[in-house]
């Protein structure tokens, strides 16, 4: 059981770069959820999806876009990626969205360096 | 606009005394409180959660406190532990909202030996 895997650990891009952050699951959670973390700021929520085919934006979803075409996947695109864009990402997968907390399952974080 | 807010960056203790970890919040939608402990290079990962329905909730040195009419909740942490220095950051999350969990900006405790 892998729980919640991120892909890549660590990435420097170039601005003006794509690239996608990838999340897969292995516990069939309907609910996933993608964060970033900056110094000062906490947790920021970017987007989230309750659902296969159902997405929604977070607090922060500018520079950002997702799909969920599967229940175990949900990546994260930076189209053209921005120095403001270097951040810490967290994804994260539960079957019941926040409402007990320890249901949440968070990956071990993606590292990313915009120069 | 922060809807769930730590306004202490930082928190120093002495190992043995009690450790208190303060939160307000301001979306009077939000049904369920969570803290989360983060090491470096982990994500983060769940410590206790109250309901909204309740005022205190227990779970051996970890209790947390829930002040609706002031919008603010507290994590005790007693005795602390070298162990338990960490970053910590509480959560809130609204069933009406869709369950979107919302972080404040954490609190870095430090306990002492």
């Known amino acids: 059981n892998a729980g919640v895997t991120q892909t890549p650990k660590f990435q420097v891009l170039k601005t003006g770069q794509s690239m996608t952050l990838q999340c897969a699951q292995d516990?069939?959670?309907?609910?996933m959820s993608w964060y970033r973390q900056d110094p000062g700021m906490g947790l920021r929520l970017i987007h989230y999806s309750v659902g296969a085919g159902i997405t929604d934006q977070g607090e922060v979803p500018n520079g950002y876009n997702v799909s969920r075409s599967t229940t175990e996947d949900f990546p994260l695109r930076l189209l053209s990626a921005a120095p403001s864009q270097t951040s810490v990402y967290f994804c994260?997968?539960?079957?019941?969205?926040?409402?007990?907390?320890?249901?949440?399952?968070f990956g071990e974080g993606s590292w990313l360096t915009v120069v | 606009d922060q809807q769930v807010k730590q306004n202490s960056p930082s928190l120093s203790v002495q190992e043995g005394r009690i450790s208190i970890l303060n939160c307000d919040y301001t979306?009077?939608?939000?049904?369920?409180f969570l803290w989360y402990k983060k090491y470096p290079a982990e994500g983060p990962t769940f410590l206790i959660s109250i309901s909204s329905i309740k005022d205190k909730n227990e779970d051996g040195r970890f209790t947390v406190f829930l002040n609706k009419s002031a919008k603010h909740l507290s994590l005790h942490i007693v005795p602390s532990q070298p162990g338990d220095s960490a970053v910590y950051f509480c959560?809130?999350?609204?069933?009406?909202?869709?369950?979107?969990?919302?972080f404040g900006q954490g609190t870095e405790l430090s306990v002492k030996p």
């Open positions: 994260a997968s539960s079957y019941d969205p926040g409402f007990s907390g320890n249901t949440i399952y």
């Open positions: 979306n009077s939608m939000f049904d369920y």
């Open positions: 516990m069939n959670h309907e609910y």
């Open positions: 959560a809130a999350s609204a069933r009406r909202e869709g369950g979107k969990l919302i």
